[in-house]
């Protein structure tokens, strides 16, 4: 007799994460989830990428925090579908948490549908929530020694974002020490670098954005 | 038959806690668990306060990171005890890491342990390592909306020092909003305003830290 064995928590969210999968692919939904350091700028991102992108695409977002409703309002004043998860002490977003969140968002009203996760460089690298891939924004305050004292984090993220630019000037901080080091963990991770305060370098993010949703509706 | 009963995790991580703390105390040490989010300045604090003050007070290090060593390297350079810790994945430290790293500590030879947690404003403010007190790092460039964010960190830290304010013309973040938010979650929080960079403010910081160290020894 074969005893069946859940192995661990993370197992147990594969499989949650993958049936969200199922229901979002039904949707034709591109989903992503989105990861950085507290404060590393992820709302500001979503802020001017719906302002660019909402005439053309539909876009929800399901924010997550550990508490407060702060990030949800902003992106709902956006003029777009908004949800707040509060996590109430858990350092990340899980797929239980998604499925719960997706189920009071109209899907087949959605393009894109961007899961904004819990500040935090470390947990969320490890629970998937049924995206089609994870992004990352780096901000060039934290520093460039960050993919190396966090490499999960770089290593499962398909895009990093490397945000606040404009700061470069007057941090110590070199876009090429992070370029050589994230090599070595992610070969074919797509950088962006750009600034959400000046503008600088959203166009190249928001236009490549946009082909991946383009893309996953032709694919099915 | 009254059965014990583990409640949970963090009651058997402050059991470990308390039994640090005891050794601590009976080597007169005094002891900080120093919290932030990834990239705020905990090492660099870390390098100017050594310089400050390893003439007058022996210092010893524990630094903690998910993997790699480069944070002790960087604090073994500046001439005191520095011990590496790797979680090997867990997003903060608890009591039974800093037990097996203080063995291997000349704790008699020490006035104040830094306990440098991994960068992460969650996990680490729920659970103890046998510390005096935890003292925060906030930096200017991760926004003022941080306290209402993680409001766990603020309530348990008994400082907040608040960094990089050299960049303080170059972000969007108000010193006062802080200062307002930190009131709500904890009134009698200490609060320094200080720039690893420039040197500004660290003097504050430091004589207040070296008195902590002094009253500690006077207390036993």
């Known amino acids: 007799m074969k005893i069946p064995v859940v192995r661990n928590v993370l197992e147990v969210n594969d ?92 899907l087949s009203a959605l393009d894109l549908l961007v899961v904004e996760n819990v500040g935090n460089l470390v947990c969320p690298a490890e629970f998937k929530v049924g995206e089609d891939m994870k992004i990352m924004l780096l901000s060039v305050t934290e520093g460039d020694d960050k993919p190396l004292k966090y490499p999960l984090m770089f290593k499962e993220s398909r895009v990093l974002i490397i945000n606040k630019i404009d700061l470069l000037p007057y941090v110590d901080c070199s876009i090429d020490n992070i370029r050589k080091a994230v090599s070595q963990l992610n070969r074919d991770m797509i950088i962006f670098e750009l600034s959400c305060r000046t503008g600088e370098g959203l166009e190249a993010w928001t236009s490549w954005l946009e082909e991946q949703v383009a893309n996953r509706k032709r694919s099915k």
């Open 15 to 106: 499989r949650i994460a993958d049936q969200n999968r199922e229901i979002f692919d039904r949707n034709q939904l591109f989903v992503i989830n989105l990861m950085s350091s507290p404060g590393a700028g992820k709302t500001s991102l979503l802020e001017k990428t719906i302002e660019r992108l909402k005439d053309r695409i539909r876009i929800g977002v399901i924010e997550g925090d550990i508490q407060c409703s702060f990030d949800a309002e902003r992106i709902a004043k956006k003029g777009v579908q908004a949800i707040q998860i509060n996590t109430d002490g858990a350092c990340h977003l899980d797929g239980n948490m998604i499925r719960e969140a997706m189920s009071q968002l109209d």
